[in-house]
């Protein structure tokens, strides 16, 4: 089994800075692609940003050219640089990995952003 620990999350001003993280452990070498998807209060969970095996990386229209995905395979982490943070970023921001070989996707806890003056 594979478990994801986010870290990172807190409060911060607009046009601030976050980065998140988060750690994978177990069965790493069973995960594929890796994303962070956000739910904000009332709204569905969507997709932020994902990031393949192979370091080709994908963006929300919302976040293009403000956020940037990267993973460090040899440290079993993936992180999402949050830049000009705007208030409408606030969410929980939840880890995500797919998994091979046909076995369920994992979530981590999740943690919160909250952009705001």
């Known amino acids: 089994q594979v478990q994801l620990v986010e870290s990172g999350g807190g409060l911060v001003q607009p046009g601030g800075s976050l980065k998140l993280s988060c750690a994978a452990s177990?069965?790493?070498?069973?995960?594929?692609?890796m994303g962070w998807y956000r739910q904000a209060p009332g709204k569905e969970r969507e997709l932020v940003a994902a990031i393949t095996s192979v370091g080709n990386t994908d963006y929300a229209d919302s976040v293009k050219g403000r956020f940037t995905i990267s993973r460090d395979n040899a440290k079993n982490t993936l992180y999402l640089q949050m830049n000009s943070l705007k208030p409408e970023d606030t969410a929980v921001y939840f880890c995500n990995a797919k998994i091979k070989f046909g076995f369920p996707e994992v979530w981590g806890q999740g943690t919160l952003v909250t952009v705001s003056s």
């Open positions: 177990g069965s790493t070498f069973s995960i594929n692609a």
